[in-house]
């Protein structure tokens, strides 16, 4: 997941990872599901938002919007983002940001 990324893909399905990695899908979702204690889509999604974290202050992406890093990040909608960042990291991307420019 670190050296790939293949969360930057947003049509990544658990199926294309499990080819991946050589496990069947059923074998990664019980993995998630009992030793990870959370499902594939959180899974992906909290990488895509520490993609977004790590990009956000890198100088590249100064320009980019939101939706856009969201975009590069695998996220496929604004609201997915705005959701799974929030669930992520408990405050908004507007907020986290702010607490950058502090």
Do not use: W
Not at 8 to 20: F, G, Q, V
Not at 36 to 52: A, S
């Amino acid at each position: 997941m670190q050296e790939e990324k293949p969360y930057k893909n947003s049509d990544l399905k658990i199926a294309d990872l499990a080819k991946m990695t050589g496990y069947t899908s059923h074998t990664l979702s019980y993995f998630f599901n009992q030793y990870l204690k959370k499902n594939y889509y959180d899974y992906i999604n909290e990488y895509r938002v520490e993609e977004f974290k790590r990009l956000i202050v890198d100088e590249q992406y100064a320009k980019y919007t939101l939706e856009a890093l969201a975009e590069v990040c695998g996220f496929s909608s604004r609201a997915s983002f705005f959701r799974y960042f929030k669930k992520v990291a408990g405050i908004t991307p507007n907020e986290y940001i702010k607490q950058l420019n502090r």
